[in-house]
């Protein structure tokens, strides 16, 4: 009998794409300036985008909704969008990009405004979930080093090698587990069954990218998301934890990490750089038993525990 999916779980709100409306504007608006191919173009996905400096409001008609954000400073407005198709996003940020032009064209992005990216997990199976966070885990560095390592100490963005998160991924099949997740981490999965601090979205949020409108940064991004997601339906739980128990050096690791994000993948002195942290603290979080923990870290490492 096959595990029930994460919506069968959940009792989720419908979700309103206006699909009819929207259609109705890429038939109209065919040509982009900016066209991109997805690897996956029907994933849904939701966009944030925290912009400053708007002095007119824009009352999208199109794809977003304009509200305010308190974080942001000079007049700043936080553009949310339908949950959206990828093969959506270009039309989405060309008419966003061309609505700011027309009525702000001077707006800006600060320190404080950054993109969001939500990923639809309704179709996911738990272990499917636990997969996909124990594979971001072992490459959160990869995330990082795209979005630029000042994020790393965003306290709206943080990593979750420095969190108290990661036990719960031992968990995850307690759907309880999730309301225990920091909203303001770098991967914020709080919202995929809800929580105090976040709405019931059955979404796993990217809170790493700076703010920007650029297209090509913002569909590389959600490209180097849509591999994460890819590769990690390539494996059951007990495969992954197989492939962390492997890597015991920097070859292994970048072996591993060449063959899952490919044409993203970052050159070998940028991404092993550091790689320990997020591989010492997946271990150490994921398996609750000493001795088990031992088996993989090595005896000369601040981490292994001899009693």
Known sequence: ????TIQELTNYSTLDRKVIYHNEYQNKNKILLNPYSFINSTV???????????RELMYPNYYWKE????????????????PLRTKQIPYAIEYLL??????????????????????NVRDFTLEQLQVFLILYCIFENHFFNIAGTKRQTNIFCIPLWKTETL??????????????????NALNCGCIFGSEDNAKLGTIEFRHLYGTVEPKIIYNW????LILRKESLNYTKE?????????????????????????????????TKNYQKCIYNTKLNL???????????????FFYSPN
């Open 222 to 225: 959600i490209d180097t998301i």
């Open 44 to 54: 849904l996905v939701g966009l944030e985008i925290e912009i400053e400096n708007i």
């Open 98 to 119: 061309k609505e700011l032009l027309n009525k702000n064209p001077d707006f800006t992005f600060s320190n404080r405004c950054s993109l969001h990216v939500h990923l």
């Open 287 to 301: 398996f609750n038993d000493l001795t088990l923990r031992n088996l993989f870290i090595p005896s000369n490492s």
């Open 1 to 4: 009998m096959n595990e029930k």
């Open 167 to 184: 036990p719960n991924i031992r968990n995850l099949a307690n759907i309880n587990s999730y309301n225990y997740w920091n909203k303001y």
């Open 67 to 82: 509200i305010d954000d308190h974080s942001l400073r000079n007049n700043g407005k936080e553009y949310v969008s339908i």
């Open 239 to 271: 495969e992954i934890i197989n492939v962390l128990l492997s890597i015991k050096n920097k070859n292994d690791f970048y072996i591993i990490y060449k063959n899952i994000f490919n044409s993203f993948s970052l050159p070998y002195e940028t991404i």
